[in-house]
């Protein structure tokens, strides 16, 4: 079968909607279809997608999906923000900038765009719209910061990019440290010019300090502090060499449960049920799109599709910047139009060898790859963090992208510095 065909039948379908984990099983199995002599018959499929989600780092996956639920129903991001915003909300845009800081920890917790946006949204929308931002405004910068929540670690692509590239897990989890600070700086740098450009109502902002400042600093401290100490206690086993990431996911269970059950008593038996139940959801669709990602990415392998490409690009491309500017518009409509899991683990054992030739740490790609990624979360078609933030506000999604344009330009600027500044990836693992 040509490639060419297989790569338009590919694209075809999902244009088509048809669902990813479909698109991915379908037409692993084309090959063989018309051409039986083609290895990739049904019992091949079916063993390279049980081996493929039969892994010790994808195992961290489903744990970091229950501990950021968890954390969700536990009311964390409520008191991330009250705490952040004691300090930050008497200065211009200290509010927008709470929620970036929030959307930063909060993602050092889950793992995950959406849950970052869902989660920290669903308690800072209603809040700044009620002291005179406009709402839209307030929706967009959710949605945007909450795409660094795949980027903070732990990070759910960098599980599945570690595991497709052969490269640790941990060493990615450090290396994001940086360029998701860099992109939270970005982030509320726009919101600072929004705010110094359209005013801010500082009566109603005051007032609102006002009552956090009655609580008391010590008693918002001791109310977020076990909500703080989560990021510690997950980065601070891996980074110490204590547990690896999937123990590190295991850990962070135990832990989200006993701080929302006992110390917040946010949770009860009937809603640790709920949880589960949403939680084995979420990752059964997951799983079945990893391990039709997986015997995908096999039947391009045994087509020698990497191979054609490297020498396709090779032909075109004559520098490592060249390659990487182009990977990089790659990579930014494929966010448009495919999930970051499969995306991940399909491009990754193509576009890697590729990287490597041209010099770049397997880790720093990395990094590339998954900013490119999660800048698809605010970007339609797909732009899923749009869709998340939509559903809360009851806005829609075509009012969100434009206030989103402006955040979705300084994580670019962000991304542009990833690319070319390759130490503030590697500082921290060298």
């Known amino acids: 079968m040509s490639p060419t065909v297989l790569g338009i039948v590919f694209f075809f379908l999902i244009l088509m909607a048809v669902p990813i984990g479909f698109v991915l099983a379908g037409v692993s199995f084309m090959p063989h279809i018309i051409d039986s002599w083609f290895p990739t018959d049904g019992p091949y499929l079916i063993r390279a997608m ?63 765009g959406p849950a970052t946006a869902a989660a920290v949204g669903a308690m800072t929308i209603p809040v700044l719209s009620r002291l005179g931002y406009d709402k839209v405004f307030a929706t967009a910068l959710v949605a945007v910061a909450g795409g660094v929540g795949v980027i903070i670690p732990p990070s759910i692509p960098f599980i599945f990019y570690g595991q497709a590239a052969n490269v640790s897990v941990g060493k990615l989890f450090i290396a994001g440290v940086v360029p998701g600070l860099l992109i939270g700086l970005c982030l509320m740098s ?14 109603k902002l005051n007032a609102y300090h006002a009552e956090l400042k009655a609580q008391g600093l010590g008693n918002l401290f001791m109310d977020s502090f076990w909500a703080l100490l989560s990021p510690i206690i997950i980065l601070g086993s891996i980074y110490t060499g204590v547990a690896s990431p999937t123990e590190a996911a295991v850990i962070s269970v135990f832990y989200s449960l006993f701080v929302a059950v ?8 009937q809603g640790l049920l709920d949880i589960l139940n949403d939680s084995v959801k979420t990752y059964a669709s997951i799983a079945f799109i990893i391990a039709a990602a997986i015997a995908f990415a096999r039947v391009l392998t045994l087509m020698e599709i990497p191979a054609l490409l490297s020498e396709a690009v090779s032909g075109a491309v004559s520098n ?31 576009l890697l060898p590729l990287a490597k030739t041209y010099g770049f740490d397997p880790i720093h790609f990395g990094l590339i790859m998954v900013v490119n990624l999660a800048i698809g979360f605010v970007t339609p078609p797909l732009g899923v963090n749009l869709f998340v933030s939509s559903a809360l506000t009851k806005i829609s999604v075509e009012k969100i992208v434009k206030k989103a344009v402006p955040f979705i330009g300084a994580f670019i600027v962000a991304l542009l510095i990833v690319t070319f500044v390759p130490s503030l990836s590697l500082m921290l693992i060298k």
């Open 190 to 203: 726009y919101a600072y010019y929004y705010c110094l450009k359209n005013g801010e109502d500082r009566v």
């Open 262 to 269: 006992v110390i917040y008593k946010k949770i009860d038996m």
């Open 320 to 350: 490592g910047v060249a390659f990487i500017l182009l990977v990089n518009l790659v990579l930014l409509f494929v966010g448009m139009v495919m999930d970051t899991t499969p995306a991940i683990l399909v491009l990754t054992p193509i």
């Open 50 to 112: 049980i081996s493929g989600i039969n892994s010790f780092p994808i195992l961290a996956v489903p744990m970091f999906i229950l501990s950021g639920n968890i954390m969700a129903k536990g009311g964390i991001s409520e008191k991330m923000f009250n705490f952040f915003s004691y300090f930050i909300a008497p200065l211009r845009a200290g509010l927008p900038i709470s929620v970036v800081v929030t959307c930063l920890f909060y993602g050092a917790i889950s793992g995950s």
